[in-house]
């Protein structure tokens, strides 16, 4: 029969390792690997990411480089339709205002025609912006109105003689009647040997 054999380790305690597994060790040891392999993986992921973004943004600065002339015609482009635009507003507006003179002059010269008596003669006829009649001298006063070139006319001066002061009330009387006039004041009336000069103001009416 055979003998049991036995086996017998002859060293000390602290050097027998043999079959032992330090499972503490193995576990931080496993830890220490994945947080290295973890730190390793995030860093080549930043650096990838990083070099991406900087790839892109030379990209986008080139097509802006790119694009810049085409960008700077559009802006040109804009300025001058913004132009136009302002140019046709300001034509339609004297249009506009030179077809509302026009009837207006008509009918005022074929009126004064009508209603000067017979004693009184016009010398001079006159129409004019006046800013204190439209309120703008008030908002310049404030700072709050700017000139207008295209100011409408909105006052009328009338320079004439007459043989007697009579026909000059007379005048005046039918001036108020006109439908496109207002505030019909007399200015000033001066004495010659056989006549009266005199100057009469009105505001005009808007059409």
Not at 34 to 57: D, P, R, T, V
Not at 143 to 153: E, H, I, M, T, V
Request: no cysteine.
């Amino acid at each position: 029969m055979p003998q049991d054999s036995y086996k017998v380790n002859l060293l000390p305690p602290g050097l027998q390792r043999e079959g032992i597994i330090d499972v503490h060790r193995l576990i931080r040891l496993i830890a220490l690997t994945l947080s290295l392999a973890f730190l390793l993986g995030g860093y080549g992921y930043f650096l990838f990411s990083f070099w991406g973004a900087k790839n892109e943004l030379a990209a986008v600065r080139q097509e802006l480089t790119a694009l810049r002339p085409v960008l700077s015609r559009v802006e040109d482009v804009r300025e001058k339709r913004i132009a136009a635009e302002a140019a046709y507003q300001e034509y339609s507006t004297l249009l506009d205002r030179h077809q509302t003179w026009a009837g207006l002059l008509s009918d005022l010269f074929h009126d004064l025609n009508t209603i000067a008596p017979v004693d009184l003669w016009l010398l001079e006829l006159e129409i004019y912006p006046d800013p204190e009649a439209s309120g703008e001298e008030s908002e310049k006063k404030e700072g709050r109105g700017k000139p207008d070139q295209f100011a409408r006319a909105n006052s009328i001066s009338i320079k004439g003689s007459s043989r007697t002061v009579s026909s000059v009330g007379v005048f005046i009387k039918n001036l108020n009647r006109l439908p496109y006039l207002q505030n019909v004041a007399l200015k000033k009336i001066a004495a010659l040997d056989d006549a009266f000069n005199f100057e009469i103001t009105a505001g005009l009416k808007e059409r």
